[in-house]
């Protein structure tokens, strides 16, 4: 059971460049979220997926695309990165009907 | 809107002191609240909650008590360890667990020292 699983782990992108960032959870949770984490900030919503085809924005959706074709997959997509995505992300999921996220390990995101 | 706080600044401790890290949130509706720990390189691992008021929860030594009269959530170890250093997320639902959005206060960092 491996619970939360990111990849990449860390990526250098020059500004302008595209990547995506894939969340895989065995867990069967309904619910996949993306966060960013900046230091002072604690963590910031990007986008979340309740189901399966479904996905919904968060907080900070800006410059950010989400899919989730599977319901244990939920890639998070930068079209066109700019030096202000640098960040740690963070994906996480949980049950139906239950507050408490589990966490990916994060992947460490530098755009120059 | 909907927020939790916690206390400013970076907490440094010698091994065995009491801990105290305050954490309150707005009182829109009844949230769940959490407290999240995360280890150098690592992820966010649930450390405790509390789903209603007077709730108290605990794990690993720590404790915190939903306290709806002052709106807050504060962690407690009576006795930290070198191990205990990390930083610690205060988090709540709000809107209900339709979809379990957390909101997070900003992280203390905590270092314990030998």
């Known amino acids: 059971n491996a619970g939360v699983t990111q990849t990449p782990k860390f990526r250098v992108l020059k500004t302008g460049q595209s990547m995506t960032l894939l969340c895989a959870q065995d867990m069967n949770h309904e619910y996949m979220y993306w966060y960013r984490q900046d230091p002072g900030m604690g963590l910031r919503l990007i986008h979340y997926?309740?189901?399966?085809?479904?996905?919904a924005k968060g907080e900070v959706p800006d410059g950010y695309n989400v899919s989730r074709l599977k319901k244990q997959n939920f890639l998070l997509g930068l079209e066109s990165a700019a030096p202000s995505q640098t960040s740690v992300y963070f994906c996480a999921s949980s049950r139906a009907g239950h507050g408490e996220q589990y966490f990916g390990p994060g992947t460490r995101l530098t755009v120059t | 809107g909907n927020s939790v706080t916690q206390m400013e600044g970076p907490v440094t401790l010698s091994e065995e002191a009491f801990l105290t890290i305050n954490c309150t949130y707005t009182a829109t509706g009844y949230p769940s609240l959490f407290w999240y720990v995360q280890y150098p390189g690592e992820g966010l691992q649930l450390l405790l909650k509390?789903?209603?008021?007077?709730d108290k929860g605990s794990n690993k030594g720590f404790e915190a008590t939903y306290r709806k009269e002052t709106t807050s959530f504060h962690l407690e170890k009576g006795s930290v360890q070198v191990s205990d250093s990390a930083v610690y997320f205060c988090a709540g639902t709000y809107g209900g667990t339709s979809y379990g959005k957390l909101t997070f206060g900003q992280g203390t960092i905590l270092t314990v020292h030998p």
């Open positions: 997926s309740v189901g399966e085809g479904t996905t």
């Open positions: 509390a789903t209603k008021a007077d």
